[in-house]
């Protein structure tokens, strides 16, 4: 079955630095997510990405955050100067067209030291 | 604002067990419903969903989850659980444009 691949799986990062969080969503998949898990929190909706832009985001997804599809592959999330706080558990889903449920990727832990 | 209500945190059943898992929402127009389940150390799955038709949906591994409307609820349901069922559990509405807003999760341990 195809799935959502991320890497790396684990990203330590100082703080101040950027941080560029990949993805490579399933090939059909039209439909593009970034969330996240701040340890013992829930997942949070970040950002959702269509037609080469983004469709919605939270409040959560402030100008410190972009995403781009740089090509027909991946799927990225850049954090230009992170912050303590964004310790966290980013995972990344695509879905298709019409009613169709996102497929999650595993998760790559971003740790901010 | 839109939300989502996992009642049971932590939950500890024997194998063979009825399980049942609370989930309530707040949110006035149509939703999408899902459960995913979170094995140890593996990606969120999708359990199940309902967009509309049948309330009462059936999942992969023996789960079924029934929406009432009513209650703004979508339980998650299994009649006899097993040791491989250990996992969290997740509660997620989906809004028109289908981010999806989760609930805290359940942590189901099946003990033998």
């Known amino acids: 079955e195809p799935e959502v691949t991320q890497t790396p799986s684990h990203q330590v990062t100082q703080m101040g630095q950027e941080v560029i969080l990949r993805c490579v969503p399933i090939?059909?998949?039209?439909?593009f997510y970034w969330y996240r898990q701040i340890l013992g929190q829930k997942v949070e909706f970040l950002v959702s990405f269509y037609n080469n832009e983004i469709s919605e985001k939270s409040e959560i997804f402030d100008d410190q955050f972009s995403v781009e599809r740089p090509d027909g592959s991946n799927f990225t999330l850049k954090i230009r100067s992170t912050k303590l706080e964004d310790s966290a558990m980013y995972f990344c889903?695509?879905?298709?067209?019409?009613?169709?449920?996102?497929?999650f990727g595993d998760g790559t832990r971003l740790s901010i030291l | 604002a839109q939300s989502v209500s996992q009642h049971n945190h932590h939950v500890i059943l024997s194998e063979a067990a009825s399980l049942e898992l609370g989930c309530n929402y707040s949110y006035g127009g149509t939703v999408n419903l899902f459960w995913y389940v979170q094995y140890p150390g593996q990606h969120l799955q999708l359990l199940l969903k309902y967009f509309s038709g049948d309330p009462l949906v059936k999942g992969i591994k023996g789960f079924e989850a029934e929406f009432i409307k009513s209650k703004f609820s979508f339980n998650l349901r299994k009649p006899s659980v097993q040791w491989s069922d250990t996992a969290e559990y997740f509660c997620a509405v989906a809004n028109s444009g289908y981010a999806l807003n989760f609930g805290k999760g359940t942590s189901l341990l099946v003990t033998p």
């Open positions: 889903a695509s879905r298709d067209d019409g009613y169709q449920p996102q497929h």
């Open positions: 090939s059909n998949h039209l439909y």
